[in-house]
């Protein structure tokens, strides 16, 4: 029940549409019809309705022959839009990384079809310092001489589901902190407000432990159930299992480039333990967060988890591998899933192993190690061969070795 789950590693993978070039699914070839010149007008004006509140001017951009429900959904999902503290807000119709999927959604639209990958750009006032990137499949439909939205759930089949935010669920409201910005439904005021001050703590807990600059402010995502948190982090583990998560992609368009995290709390969970549980979990994840501008493509769950919880727990330098260990460093999908004890002790083993580094090369070795381990972007060789080469780099001891030290420290 207190495990947590791993950030970067599985929010990349969920991004899976984001990130990777290539797929499953083969980039259609270029052809004589529909192009992005032809659709990206009405991304641009879906921008300007959200930047100037025109809910009618959004509404024009709906298919006029979409299902009721679908249009319903695409109006609250401009009202949750609309009530957001956006710095900036962009949609941009793309090919690059996948080509025109129209063929994925059939001839059921009796019109002429494009399906693009639309790139969704945002970034909240005051508390990104960076954009959040997503990827939404919006099928767009012709009638007559103008291009609308019909649907943005025609590649689901395929497994590439359009992000969704808690404002595709239902009214947002907004909570701003000194260091948060909670959105939640507004029947969670009161939880949003306890959740806060808890986070304000966890902070102040951080500012003690953490020795690499971040930007110190960060949203927070209070959803109303355990399905919309995993519609939006478009999980496949069990939630259930879990309490909070933090959550970031990474846009490859040149090189790898970490967009901006976030906070979700599976509160289901989290709301059952102590104050203090609730803070060190967020100190836990705050970690990830202050983490996110150190990571690469490289680095693993056990360094991600490890380092983490480490500074939840205080950055011990005498911690042992836990009994029942199984003589190695615990492998990404072993914070995921298996039964809890078994979750339980991957993190554990995680952070252990970070104790022992720190014990060897000094306090400040983690985060020297996941700074030089997040270095290269593109290049090269296994995870395995790049954590051994970060290790050698910044605190002067081989992967082989510290996994060595690590399980036989008495």
Same mark, same amino acid.
């Given at each position: ?6 950030? !970067? %590693?599985?929010? *990349? =993978?969920? $991004? ?6 290539? &797929?499953?699914? #083969?980039?259609?070839? @270029? ?6 010149? !032809? %659709?990206?007008? *009405? =991304?641009? $004006? ?6 100037? &509140?025109?809910? #009618?001017?959004?509404? @024009? ?6 299902? !009721? ?20 807000? @962009? ?320």
């Amino acid at each position: 029940m207190g495990a947590r789950a791993a950030v !970067a %590693v599985t929010a *990349v =993978l969920a $991004a899976l549409a984001l990130v990777c070039t290539g &797929g499953a699914v #083969e980039p259609a070839r @270029a052809a004589a019809g529909p192009s992005l010149a !032809a %659709v990206q007008p *009405v =991304l641009d $004006a879906r921008t300007a309705a959200v930047r100037a &509140g025109d809910r #009618e001017a959004w509404a @024009a951009t709906i298919d006029p022959n979409a299902p !009721a429900a679908f249009r319903d959904e695409q109006l609250a999902e401009f009202d949750g839009l609309h009530s957001l503290p956006l710095a900036t807000y @962009a949609l941009t119709a793309r090919l690059d990384d996948s080509g025109d999927l129209s063929r994925a959604a059939g001839t059921k639209y009796g019109a002429p079809v494009y399906l693009p990958e639309t790139r969704q750009v945002l970034r909240f006032d005051g508390y990104d310092d960076r954009d959040a990137v997503d990827s939404l499949w919006l099928t767009f439909v012709q009638r007559g001489d103008r291009w609308y939205v019909a649907a943005d759930d025609d590649l689901s089949g395929l497994g590439l589901d359009t992000a969704r935010g808690l404002w595709d669920f239902g009214p947002v409201a907004v909570l701003r902190t000194d260091h948060f910005l909670v959105l939640h439904h507004p029947a969670q005021a009161e939880r949003a407000r306890a959740l806060a001050s808890i986070g304000e703590d966890a902070i102040a807990t951080l500012d003690r432990r953490w020795d690499e600059p971040w930007p110190g402010r960060i949203p927070m995502v209070l959803p109303g159930s355990v399905d919309e948190l995993e519609k939006m982090l478009q999980s496949t583990i069990d939630l259930d299992k879990f309490v909070a998560f933090v959550s970031y992609g990474a846009v490859r368009d040149d090189g790898w480039v970490a967009t901006a995290p976030r906070i979700y709390v599976q509160d289901g969970n989290l709301s059952k333990y102590s104050r203090a549980y609730q803070v060190q979990t967020l100190v836990h994840e705050l970690s990830h967060a202050a983490a996110a501008p150190l990571a690469g493509p490289f680095v693993p769950a056990w360094v991600h988890e490890g380092i983490a919880d480490w500074v939840a727990k205080g950055r011990a330098t005498d911690e042992r591998a836990p009994t029942g260990n199984e003589g190695h460093l615990p492998r990404d999908y072993e914070f995921s899933t298996g039964s809890q004890s078994a979750i339980i002790r991957s993190y554990s083993e995680a952070r252990s192993a970070v104790s022992y580094l720190s014990a060897r090369a000094g306090v400040g070795a983690p985060t020297a190690f996941l700074t030089a381990l997040g270095d290269p972007k593109v290049a090269p060789g296994s995870v395995d061969f790049h954590v051994d080469q970060a290790l050698r780099q910044s605190a002067g001891v081989g992967l082989a070795d510290l996994e060595h030290g690590w399980l036989t420290r008495r």
